[in-house]
């Protein structure tokens, strides 16, 4: 098991900016496979964030260009810098890892899927004015 827990949640207002991180136990089998996802209260979750297997990163329509992912594997520790922040990104965010040889991320429309098992417990976001 890996356990992966999250921080650096909290309010904002829209146009702001915040940096989440995820401190992991140990590195995942292929050094990659990880991301970020979120749940809105009634919303489903979604991926915004996901490294793939061979460390590309790769982003939901609605972020792209506002967030960045990044991995420090010496932690080993994910980060999410989201900016420009609107109030739709209001969310608990969790971060997720797939501890196999090898993990399926694709983006089809905007949308990224991504299958992963491992969770941390989630950070949430608050972006209002």
């Known amino acids: 098991q890996l356990q992966l827990v999250e921080s650096g949640g909290g309010s904002v207002q829209p146009g702001?900016?915040?940096r989440l991180s995820c401190t992991a136990s140990r590195r995942t089998r292929t050094g990659y496979c990880m991301g970020?996802?979120?749940?809105?209260?009634?919303?489903?979750?979604e991926?915004?964030?996901?490294?793939?297997?061979?460390?590309?990163p790769k982003y939901s329509g609605d972020v792209k260009g506002r967030f960045t992912i990044s991995l420090d594997n010496a932690?080993?520790?994910l980060?999410?810098?989201m900016n420009?922040?609107?109030p739709d990104g209001s969310a608990m965010?969790?971060?997720?890892?797939?501890?196999?040889t090898w993990c399926f991320v694709m983006v089809l429309n905007g949308r990224i899927r991504a299958d992963f098992d491992q969770w941390g417990q989630g950070t949430q976001v608050s972006v209002s004015s």
Not at 47 to 56: E, F, M, P, T, Y
Request: charged residues 30%; proline residues 5%.
């Open 16 to 18: 702001g900016s915040l």
């Open 36 to 45: 970020w996802f979120r749940q809105a209260p009634g919303k489903a979750r």
């Open 47 to 56: 991926a915004v964030a996901v490294l793939d297997q061979d460390g590309n």
């Open 75 to 77: 932690k080993p520790s």
């Open 79 to 81: 980060y999410l810098q």
């Open 84 to 86: 420009d922040l609107k």
């Open 93 to 100: 965010y969790y971060c997720a890892a797939e501890d196999k």
